[in-house]
DNA sequence: ATAATAAAAGACAAAAATATCTTTTATTAT
DNA sequence: ATAATAAAAGATATTTTTGTCTTTTATTAT
């Protein structure tokens, strides 16, 4: 098991790959998108309709059309990002599946649990969509393979 | 998502409850462990004997049979349970699901979620199967519900 | 020996996640 | 207006995960 869903996995380096385009004024197509982060093409196109529809990125069809994202997004966390596609149980939810995560009737690995669990939901509320521009534009990190 | 697939959940919540029976001194049935920890009878005696063929548990036949954990194994980390129902990508995979997670290819999210990704290896590394069972013979944690 | 008990094993089913294919709609350039 | 482009939408397919049903095997008590 991975953290996130393979479904959120795309949609993240997908949005931080449009993001470090659109810093640059470009829009992206599907195509380019695909091949940057190694992804199938036409589930991506499926994970960015759904990312546009909920507003974290936009759109335009026709030529010279394709996917960017506006300034205002550029600077949303990418928890938002989780939030959308892989729901926020990661944040919230019990590690061993409790219908509800809760201090009255903790499941084994609450009190250590819930520690990490607000780790990650901090890394990835501190985490900006555009704050890997430069290292993305410079290769040194990575969105593929 | 959730941190565990459901398979490692109900694995987990069934060992630790067959974990205070064992300490207990009693054998316990398929049966009553799926209500004891509120899972569906018969995929978790799947689990169950997958996790017996991989030597975690034990379990006898016929008559007063039932599942059971022997003396060694109470002692073991439960990261061998996730470890054996969910792989070790937890553990070493990559956050944003490229191939190979490492330092000279590295995502965006690497330096922050090796970090986060230890401690849960940690936590479930310190975390014994028998380490809840006072508490859970109190009532004072659960595992179903 | 026989019947009862309980897990093991094998086959099957349903649901969810992942992936692909085809048609439609909007936009742009000619 | 027309043709080209590119995303949106809808339908379908595949794979994986989760869940169920049936038969078999081992053990125990009578
Ligand atoms: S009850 Fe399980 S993590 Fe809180
Ligand atoms: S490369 Fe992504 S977590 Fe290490």
Same mark, same amino acid.
Do not use: G, Q
């Given at each position: 098991m991975a953290?996130?869903?393979?479904?959120?996995?795309?949609?993240?380096?997908?949005?931080f790959?449009?993001?470090?385009?659109s810093a640059a004024g470009t829009k992206v197509g599907i195509k380019d998108i695909a091949t940057g982060i190694d992804s199938p093409e036409l589930y991506l196109a499926k994970i960015l309709q759904d990312l546009s529809r909920k507003g974290l990125i936009s759109s335009a069809k026709g030529p010279n059309g394709g996917f960017y $994202? &506006?300034?205002?997004?550029l600077n949303r966390p990418?928890?938002?990002i989780v939030e959308v596609v892989d729901g926020n149980?990661?944040?919230?939810g019990c590690a061993l599946g409790l219908k509800q995560c809760s201090?009255?009737?903790?499941?084994?690995?609450?009190?250590q649990f819930k520690a990490i669990r607000s780790q990650i939901h901090e890394l990835l509320d501190n985490t900006? $969509? &555009?704050g890997f521009n430069e290292e993305l534009m410079n290769g040194l990190l990575s969105l593929r393979k």
């Open positions: 953290i996130f869903s393979k479904t959120c996995e795309y949609a993240i380096r997908a949005v790959y449009i993001a470090h385009k $994202i &506006n300034e205002a997004s990418i928890s938002d149980n990661l944040f919230y201090e009255i009737n903790p499941c084994p690995l609450h009190e900006t $969509i &555009n």
